[in-house]
């Protein structure tokens, strides 16, 4: 089972940019899948983002493609989303979730293990 943590979150103008840590703890965490969710005020949680694992590809959201990157760091348990370019529209509180396949997936009902979340403010 996977306790997640993120961090990382906080308030930045826009253009500026972030960097979310999502660290990985009571688990095997090279097993998992792991990737990235954000939710907004009043709007249902969306995809953002896959972990890279192995030989798997990355897959970004249109939203934020070209603008975010999520890198993995298995020896660490971690995994990180560097967010550039961050608009108003970023504004929300973003999850890391794992799940127990090794296969990603951009449907949040596929994931077994959510964080805490972690609040991502961009002003205009």
């Known amino acids: 089972q996977l306790v997640l943590v993120e961090s990382g979150g906080g308030l930045v103008q826009a253009g500026g940019s972030l960097r979310l840590t999502c660290a990985a703890s009571?688990?095997?965490?090279?097993?998992?899948?792991m990737a990235w969710f954000r939710q907004a005020p009043g709007k249902e949680r969306e995809f953002v983002a896959t972990?890279?694992?192995?030989?798997?590809?990355?897959s970004y959201a249109e939203s934020v493609e070209g603008r975010f990157t999520t890198s993995r760091d298995n020896a660490k348990n971690t995994i990180y989303l560097q967010m550039n370019s961050l608009k108003p529209e970023d504004t929300a509180v973003y999850y890391c979730?794992?799940?127990?396949?090794?296969?990603?997936?951009?449907?949040?009902?596929?994931?077994?293990?959510w964080g805490q979340g972690t609040q991502v403010t961009v002003s205009s």
């Open positions: 979730a794992g799940r127990r396949n090794i296969n990603p997936s951009s449907l949040s009902s596929e994931y077994d293990f």
């Open positions: 009571r688990g095997t965490f090279r097993r998992y899948a």
């Open positions: 972990a890279p694992w192995g030989d798997i590809s990355t």
